[in-house]
């Protein structure tokens, strides 16, 4: 399928870029459409990791303030896992890694990719890395942490798999990277448990 960039502009950019695109794209019966205009929002790609301790049988999640979630009735701190934005030429391995530290305090020894995926794809270019990682989580919880230059305020949080579970249902843990990782360690917990409990 073919697609044609008649045109791209930077319409805005700051923390992140908004560029508006003119183009054509193959349609399935043959040919090409119409010329559309489309905007794409440019905040470049990310990396999450789900820190799991299965001798605790628990997770590691945290929890920030998200100007997106500014308007959820439930309120815009959000509780989520581990992520960061992919550096240039950065392995996604290294920023899970990175991210641990910095938003943790905890390291991560072991990592097993997840996913990747697009994160909204009719308006970002944003894709996300996945990953599920071995940790120690004993004595993580109700730690603060964050990269103060970055406007980082983190809470972190340890719960059981089965009540970060309950979490999702309830609605309290309501971003989709998230829910992604752990509807992921639900269907695949008994053989991680095997590879990491040797």
């Known amino acids: ?7 791209r502009e930077t319409c805005f950019k700051g923390f992140f870029r908004l560029d508006r695109y003119r183009l054509r794209h193959g349609l399935f019966a043959g040919g090409l459409s119409a010329p559309l205009t489309r905007e794409v929002f440019e905040r470049g790609h990310s990396v999450g990791l789900l820190p799991y301790d299965p001798v605790m049988n628990a997770v590691v999640l945290i929890e920030q303030f998200r100007v997106g979630a500014l308007e959820h009735p439930a309120g815009p701190w959000l509780f989520e896992i581990v992520a960061g934005i992919l550096e240039a030429g950065e392995p996604a391995r290294s920023v899970a890694q990175r991210e641990m530290e910095e938003e943790t305090g ?7 990719p997840i996913c990747e995926y697009l994160v909204s794809p009719g308006g970002t270019s944003e894709r996300t890395s996945l990953f599920c990682g ?9 730690a603060i942490r964050g990269v103060a230059e970055e406007g980082e305020d983190i809470r972190v949080h340890v719960v059981s798999c089965e009540r970060a579970m309950t979490m999702i249902g309830d609605g309290i843990i309501n971003s ?8 992921w360690l639900a269907l695949h917990k008994e053989e991680v448990d095997d590879l990491w409990l040797e």
């Open 106 to 112: 905890g390291s991560v020894s072991e990592l097993l």
């Open 134 to 142: 071995l940790v120690d989580a004993a004595g993580m919880s109700g």
């Open 1 to 7: 399928m073919q697609v044609e960039v008649l045109d």
């Open 176 to 183: 989709a990277m998230p829910i992604i990782a752990l509807q």
